[in-house]
């Protein structure tokens, strides 16, 4: 989720976190090389898409959109899927073209758009392109996926696949080893979508002089990510690296201004089946490396991160779905010191708890959904209902809904208090 951030005040000036758009040179090299030295033999083309109409309208005041708009969603999207597959690999794109008049804008961006091959005795898996990069066990949480999230489509009632924000990058499969590796390098660093004032308000602190400073786009400021898997039994187990930067700007620099500050992370994780269902448990350390002492109180302590959750069918077509994380602030006592006189620093030992209902109706048809996060040491919470019913195998609408409440300004889900919205969204699939 977004990192918490402190002495925040309610914003819409500030600058998102970018969305680089265009695939990079270097991708785009790698890919015809990669299509030239090992084209799809037998390739089948698919085409498949849909159109979607989606509407979302504010429920609660803000007075920073009293005389600017009510729509947190008003939007015409068309999204074209097109793939090649072969015996030795494949060529996908996901494109969609957006009509924004929540915003005022218009754009076509590409999702997708790359190659994957597998050479060697299909012992290595190369995929290289524009894509959407996912591991780690949680729901809806996550400590070893830091691949890049959109949290505006989140928070406005977008489908969840827009939660993932694709990058351009290269990703490796190796499986002859005792266990399978992946690793993912991407090229420049590509941070999270974050609220920009644009359609959310937030909270910033009161001395930002200007919106957040990204990375320069340098090959030394890019991301590499590696995963190590294996299964024992029923249960998966992995280990996991990291080294990057902070997704969100949770940096701020003398000069009062909000960037990402160097990270490095590890961690692990298993999932299995117990207990009448699933459980997964992950844990990571995140090395805040540019406050490794925990007293700069503008850049983020080191912390120590667990969750754990279970899942199990608790009646016909009926699933529950519980987890509880925690975030370990390390030097927390050193960060309190150096604060600022009357700014909140967090519990030492943040928590949040989480709970997913879901149930499938009417011959699967009619999907009902509820899912919450509950703080209780930042007291604060985020409800997400949802219903979703299909009229046909290619008409589908959806109704649900986005709700924040919190004691202080400053926590993770109370600094978007004033962001509550309903949404509609209606789709034709081909």
């Given at each position: 989720m977004i990192e918490r951030r402190n002495g925040r005040k309610r914003t819409r000036a500030a600058d998102g976190a970018g969305r680089a758009r265009a695939t990079h040179g270097f991708l785009l090299a790698a890919a015809i090389a990669l299509a030239a030295w090992a084209p799809p033999a037998a390739a089948d083309v698919e085409w498949h898409g849909f159109v979607e109409g989606a509407y979302g309208l504010r429920t609660a005041d803000d007075p920073w959109f009293e005389d600017v708009r009510d729509y947190t969603l008003q939007e015409t999207r068309a999204q074209l899927r097109a793939g090649s597959y072969g015996d030795r690999g494949e060529a996908f794109v996901r494109l969609d073209a957006l009509q924004d008049e929540a915003v005022g804008t218009t754009e076509l961006e590409l999702r997708e758009g790359f190659l994957r091959f597998s050479a060697f005795a299909d012992r290595l898996d190369v995929k290289a392109g524009r894509q959407a990069l996912t591991w780690g066990t949680g729901d809806l949480i996550f400590i070893n996926d830091l691949f890049p999230k959109?949290?505006?489509?989140?928070?406005?009632?977008?489908?969840?696949?827009?939660?993932?924000?694709?990058?351009?990058?290269?990703?490796?499969?190796?499986?002859?080893?005792?266990?399978?590796?992946?690793?993912?390098?991407?090229?420049?660093?590509?941070?999270?979508?974050?609220?920009?004032?644009?359609?959310?308000?937030?909270?910033?602190?009161?001395?930002?002089?200007?919106?957040?400073?990204?990375?320069?786009?340098?090959?030394?400021?890019?991301?590499?990510?590696?995963?190590?898997?294996?299964?024992?039994?029923?249960?998966?187990?992995?280990?996991?690296?990291?080294?990057?930067?902070?997704?969100?700007?949770?940096?701020?620099?003398?000069?009062?201004?909000?960037?990402?500050?160097?990270?490095?992370?590890?961690?692990?994780?298993?999932?299995?089946?117990?207990?009448?269902?699933?459980?997964?448990?992950?844990?990571?350390?995140?090395?805040?490396?540019?406050?490794?002492?925990?007293?700069?109180?503008?850049?983020?302590?080191?912390?120590?991160?667990?969750?754990?959750?279970?899942?199990?069918?608790?009646?016909?077509?009926?699933?529950?779905?519980?987890?509880?994380?925690?975030?370990?602030?390390?030097?927390?006592?050193?960060?309190?010191?150096?604060?600022?006189?009357?700014?909140?620093?967090?519990d030492e030992l943040r928590q949040i708890v989480t709970a997913r209902v879901e149930s499938m109706l009417l011959y699967h048809t009619l999907r009902i959904s509820f899912f919450a996060f509950y703080s209780p040491t930042d007291e604060d919470f985020y409800l997400r209902p949802l219903a979703s019913y299909k009229l046909s195998d290619e008409v589908e609408i959806a109704l649900g809904g986005n709700v924040f409440e919190g004691e202080r300004e400053e926590t993770q889900f109370g600094q978007f208090d004033r962001n509550d919205n309903l949404y509609a969204r209606v789709r034709y699939t081909y």
């Open positions: 959109d949290w505006v489509s989140f928070f406005i009632g977008r489908e969840d696949q827009y939660l993932k924000a694709p990058a351009d990058a290269v990703r490796l499969g190796v499986f002859s080893l005792p266990f399978d590796l992946e690793v993912v390098g991407v090229p420049t660093f590509t941070p999270d979508r974050t609220p920009d004032g644009s359609r959310l308000s937030f909270y910033a602190p009161p001395f930002v002089s200007g919106p957040p400073v990204s990375p320069a786009n340098t090959v030394e400021n890019g991301e590499v990510a590696a995963r190590a898997a294996r299964t024992f039994g029923s249960t998966s187990f992995a280990l996991y690296a990291y080294r990057g930067a902070f997704k969100t700007p949770v940096g701020l620099s003398a000069d009062g201004r909000p960037f990402y500050p160097s990270l490095g992370a590890y961690g692990a994780s298993a999932r299995g089946s117990r207990f009448g269902g699933v459980y997964w448990i992950e844990a990571g350390y995140y090395d805040s490396e540019r406050d490794r002492n925990g007293d700069d109180p503008f850049v983020p302590n080191s912390t120590a991160r667990l969750l754990a959750g279970h899942e199990r069918q608790v009646a016909t077509d009926v699933t529950v779905g519980l987890q509880w994380y925690g975030e370990f602030m390390q030097d927390h006592d050193k960060h309190e010191a150096a604060m600022p006189e009357g700014a909140w620093s967090g």
